[in-house]
């Protein structure tokens, strides 16, 4: 079964936003033994939880979120924005408002391209390579201009409806599809709350150069084969599946299906997944005490014993499921 490339760049907000830390490497004061025994169960179903502590006054919330969701799909219950009404601050992997400022973007596009002037022919068999151009040549796009750029950032976009806009989801709702990080940037913006970001744009395009384009290529290949698949059964697709575990709010089992797919791929969970996490809880930390906060985070930083939460609770700090 391939890792579902589509569904795991929505539940970690791996479409265009990212990083580790400005050195791009990952602290090394975190047990990682002590979190194995802190992990949510699949019976703590919420996506938004609390956290506190002894030097904690006010409690902080960290929510996850799914970048791009079916219109049909979306849902925001109210105890979510009560939280966000009881903080100062909203964080986001990236601040959502630099995915439409003009100006960023066109600063990525030199960006997303393969360096060294590697073009996905290099990296895939003849009879791979004529299957990945059908795809894209027959939702309509000119493929001479989407060779060069980088075999994830295709992935993106298979599957998605590219007569609704920008494929990448750019938009709060195009083509059907709804995100949680500009809709609660909406509700931030409402209540004057002050909106930042734990990374940087920059940092994620890089983050893409440390795995290898040919993984890459391979996993674009397989997204498109495994999207092929799903049109023609009834069953549903693997970003479905993943799309109803978001809805039961079981982010257990989005960690425990990314980390079984990622089998096979190399660093791939380590450098996407991990080390994010690791370099996020000490910035989190350091602020608890100060300024309570939201962080609103790919759903699938959240669960497993490398998540967001049980890194927090080997820390000594209490992270428990808020329920409405």
């Known amino acids: 079964m391939s890792i579902p490339v589509k569904a795991f760049l929505a539940l970690f907000g791996l479409t265009f936003t990212t990083a580790v830390d400005a050195q791009g490497t990952a602290p090394t004061d975190l047990d990682r033994s002590e979190a194995v025994f802190q992990i949510p169960t699949t019976e703590d179903t919420s996506l938004l939880w609390r956290i506190s502590g002894a030097n904690v006054s006010n409690p902080s919330y960290l929510f996850g979120t799914i970048h791009l969701i079916p219109a049909e799909d979306y849902f925001l219950q109210s105890h979510v924005i009560q939280s966000m009404n009881d903080v100062d601050e909203v964080l986001f992997e990236v601040d959502p408002r630099e995915m439409t400022n003009p100006a960023t973007m066109m600063g990525m596009m030199n960006k997303i391209n393969m360096r060294n002037d590697t073009s996905l022919r290099d990296l895939l068999p003849a009879a791979r390579y004529d299957s990945v151009k059908t795809y894209f040549t027959d939702m309509g796009l000119p493929f001479m201009f989407f060779e060069r750029m980088k075999p994830m950032f295709l992935s993106a976009m298979v599957g998605q409806d590219m007569g609704a806009g920008n494929p990448f989801g750019g938009g709060a709702e195009e083509g059907g599809t709804k995100s949680y990080e500009l809709e609660l940037t909406k509700i931030a ?136």
């Open 189 to 324: 913006e409402a209540g004057e709350k002050q909106i930042s970001g734990l990374e940087t744009i920059d940092f994620q395009l890089g983050l893409f150069d440390s795995i290898p384009y040919t993984v890459q290529a391979e996993m674009l290949f397989q997204a498109i084969e495994n999207d092929m698949g799903s049109q023609m059964e009834e069953g549903d697709s693997q970003f479905d599946q993943m799309v109803d575990m978001y809805k039961r709010k079981s982010v257990a089992e989005m960690s425990a299906l990314i980390t079984s797919e990622s089998e096979g791929f190399g660093d791939f969970e380590e450098m996407l997944v991990i080390r994010r996490n690791e370099s996020w809880v000490p910035n989190i930390i350091d602020r608890l005490a100060s300024l309570p906060s939201m962080y609103a985070v790919g759903a699938g930083h959240l669960g497993g014993e490398h998540g967001v939460i049980a890194l927090l609770r080997a820390e000594g700090y209490s992270v428990e499921p808020v329920y409405e």
